[in-house]
């Protein structure tokens, strides 16, 4: 999980942005993955785009964290295992096609398998060295 944002960037940014006028409100969204089973890792880095956007000038307009995302990603084709992620991904893009939205909800997709058997595959198979 990577964030990263040029400070000198972000300066300019923000000086232009307070010499031209507004005239829509910009909506900030966000998609994090991680590699771990839960998806509340993902705080820091939602915690970080919240407050860019908050700096920036835009709303917040929501988030998906998805855990395990490489998991996730390969369960999407599976009608039953993959309906989490299918049902946050649809909800988030609802939202954004909806600019009246104003809840500003964090959706958490977890791996459709146990922690512990995520954790034994881990062990098992990834680990080794």
């Known amino acids: 999980m990577k964030v990263a944002i040029v400070n000198g960037s972000l300066r300019g940014y923000e000086a232009r942005r307070q010499e031209e006028p507004r005239v829509a409100v910009t909506r900030l ?33 929501g988030a998906v964290a998805i855990g395990c995302g490489p998991m996730v990603k390969a369960v999407l084709r599976i009608p039953i295992l993959g309906r989490a992620a299918r049902s946050a991904l649809a909800s988030i893009a609802k939202r954004i096609l909806r600019p009246a939205d104003l809840e500003e909800t964090v959706l958490f997709v977890r791996p459709p398998l ?16």
């Open 29 to 61: 969204f966000a998609i994090v993955n991680c590699a771990h089973a839960e998806p509340e890792i993902t705080s820091e880095a939602l915690r970080v785009l919240r407050n860019f956007g908050h700096r920036m000038g835009f709303r917040w307009g």
């Open 114 to 129: 146990p922690k512990a058997l995520i954790f034994w595959i881990r062990d098992t198979f990834f680990l080794k060295q």
